[in-house]
């Protein structure tokens, strides 16, 4: 069965980089959609990007939030069976619980809705972006 396992979160300050990993240990994740939610206190959960199964030699179609467009990138590594998302610039309003979430999908879309087809969820790791 598909486990999803975040990694990567902590305090960083206001303009501070990190980078997020979702790992599926002993699993391929090439033909799963791959998407990256957070939740912040008091708050509805959010997309913030997503990408597609792996087309050809790519690593997959991305989509972003507008409020991390230029900021944040999602990427995959399929031979570690881990996908990433760095994040740059970032901004007290960033702090949340992010969390990974995978859909098996038979072509190259994903969609960063937290009402999508989502099955399979991490636990989540916390980030807090704080002078």
């Known amino acids: 069965q598909l486990q999803l396992v975040e990694s990567g979160g902590g305090l960083v300050q206001p303009g501070g980089s990190l980078r997020l990993s979702c790992a599926a240990p002993g699993f391929t994740l090439d033909h799963y959609a791959i998407g990256w939610f957070r939740q912040a206190p008091g708050k509805e959960r959010e997309g913030v990007a997503c990408?597609?199964?792996?087309?050809?030699?790519?690593?997959?179609?991305?989509n972003y939030a507008d409020s991390v467009k230029g900021r944040f990138t999602i990427s995959r590594d399929n031979a570690k069976n881990t996908v990433y998302l760095q994040m740059n610039s970032l901004k007290p309003e960033d702090t949340a619980v992010y969390y990974c979430a995978a859909v098996w999908e038979s072509g190259p879309w994903c969609y960063a809705h937290k009402n999508y087809k989502y099955d399979t969820w991490g636990q989540g790791t916390q980030v807090t972006v704080s002078s």
């Open positions: 990408i597609s199964r792996s087309i050809s030699t790519s690593g997959g179609s991305t």
